[in-house]
């Protein structure tokens, strides 16, 4: 590497490094203003990644910290920052076991467990979102509403199958793994985990979909939602819970409806199916109780009656 290219990387990693700082990040509006190619700026972002650093992507092409992380809470200059990165890039180009390991234990100091800084970021184990000619036909099928056919592994008897007309309209993140969100046949909701698709074909003709999936995705807490969210849920939920429930909003459309005396309180949602709901009911047992609808109520109470009859 030249010294001009040395010079140009740093200059391009200072800047992202600034922006991530500042907020979240499109790489498209970055390729532009930086004048550099979008291979470059997303080149850059990898090493910054894989110098540790907690990047999120809520969707392909943006970035941002971890919520709660920032250099400045780091109590790290941009210019700091840039140089862990470029540090790391060289510590894994020599292939030195030794270096390669202290270098490590240098960064979860910096980063981690620095006894000045107040904060600890914790991020959960997810499945990577990786650039391929698989993702950049979504992405691509995506941006252009282009109906696809594709090859995909069931999970369940991996079986691989070609799957054909699909109408791709997002690729969201779900509690650690990617999803192709897609329309099928009479506009049906699909859903694809992005790993388990092996082939994608453009067919060249595009389609229109209603809006409303948009509000769907908005409203969704999981992958379980589905085209219509009609179903009522009433919940009440111990008075412990409050400090949870009214400063975040857990079920898909929530809504305190009744505080009472004793400072339980009715929570209402809708959704579109049991399985929505299900493991947030689950997650906050024995503080929550099922009101309506009564088949839920019952479905809840089966599952635990079960699970405590194998115990």
């Not at 391929?132 to 056919?149: G, M, P, Q, R, S």
């Not at 993140?173 to 990617?178: A, I």
């Not at 809708?270 to 493991?279: A, L, R, T, V």
Request: glycine fraction near 4%.
């Amino acid at each position: 590497m030249s010294e001009m290219q040395k010079r140009d990387k740093m200059v391009g990693l200072l800047k992202i490094l600034n922006a991530l700082d500042n907020g979240e990040v499109v790489l498209k509006d970055l390729e532009s203003e930086m004048n550099l190619s979008l291979r470059t700026i997303q080149r850059y972002i990898r090493a910054i990644e894989d110098a540790d650093f907690p990047l999120y992507s809520p969707s392909p092409g943006i970035y941002s910290f971890v919520e709660g992380f920032s250099l400045q809470k780091m109590k790290l200059s941009d210019k700091e920052a840039c140089l862990l990165v470029l540090m790391d890039n060289f510590v894994g180009s020599i292939n030195n076991k030794n270096l390669a390991e202290a270098f490590k234990e240098l960064k979860t100091r910096i980063l981690n467990s620095n006894a000045d800084n107040p904060f600890y970021i914790k991020t959960a184990d997810s499945v990577s979102y990786e650039s391929n000619d698989i993702t950049k036909a979504l992405e691509t099928a995506v941006t252009n509403k282009e109906i696809i056919n594709m090859k995909y592994k069931n999970p369940s008897d991996d079986i691989v199958r070609w799957i054909n007309n699909i109408k791709p309209v997002k690729i969201a993140y779900y509690d650690g793994f990617w999803y192709l969100i897609a329309l099928g046949n009479q506009n049906k909701i699909l859903k694809f985990r992005v790993t388990y698709i092996t082939d994608v074909r453009l067919s060249g003709e595009n389609f229109k979909y209603d809006k409303k999936i948009e509000a769907l995705l908005k409203e969704s807490k999981n992958i379980w939602f589905d085209e219509e969210r009609d179903t009522e849920v009433n919940l009440l939920l111990d008075k412990r819970l409050g400090k949870y429930f009214k400063d975040k909003e857990y079920f898909p459309l929530q809504k305190i409806e009744t505080e009472n005396p004793d400072g339980s309180f009715i929570v209402s949602c809708k959704i579109s199916k049991f399985e929505e709901i299900m493991p947030l009911i689950f997650h906050w047992i024995p503080f929550i109780k099922v009101i309506s609808p009564k088949e839920l109520a019952e479905t809840v109470k089966g599952k635990v009656k079960n699970y405590l009859e194998e115990l």
